[in-house]
């Protein structure tokens, strides 16, 4: 199975920019379509963005549409999460998940694999 290791989180104000990486393990990360969430203390893991094992399909949720950028480098087993023009609300853990799936998906059970989460945190 794949390990994912996220890092890149930190503090930042609003309007900043942060870029996380996920650093994949053991397998080969282009048998995985990949995804991002995060979560914010007392709510619900949420989906942020996916991107499928070519990297053809990218899909984004609303809130950071226009915002947030996620790519992948399947030849450096790598995947990144471009966020600009933070807001308050973007503050949460975000964690990179892997899924068998060949097209990312908004559905949180079809990820199998997990991080162990980044902090995101942004002032304002």
């Known amino acids: 199975q794949v390990q994912l290791e996220e890092s890149g989180g930190g503090l930042v104000q609003a309007g900043g920019s942060l870029r996380l990486s996920c650093a994949a393990s053991?397998?080969?990360?282009?048998?995985?379509?990949m995804g991002w969430f995060r979560q914010a203390p007392g709510q619900t893991r949420e989906f942020v963005a996916g991107i499928s094992r070519t990297g053809s399909s990218t899909p984004y949720a609303d809130s950071v549409k226009g915002r947030f950028t996620i790519s992948r480098d399947n030849a450096e087993n790598m995947v990144y999460l471009q966020m600009n023009s933070l807001k308050p609300e973007d503050t949460a853990v975000y964690y990179c998940a892997g899924s068998v799936y060949r097209i990312a998906t908004m559905t949180i059970t079809d990820y199998r694999y997990w991080g162990q989460g980044t902090q995101v945190t942004v002032s304002s």
């Open positions: 053991g397998r080969t990360l282009s048998n995985y379509a």
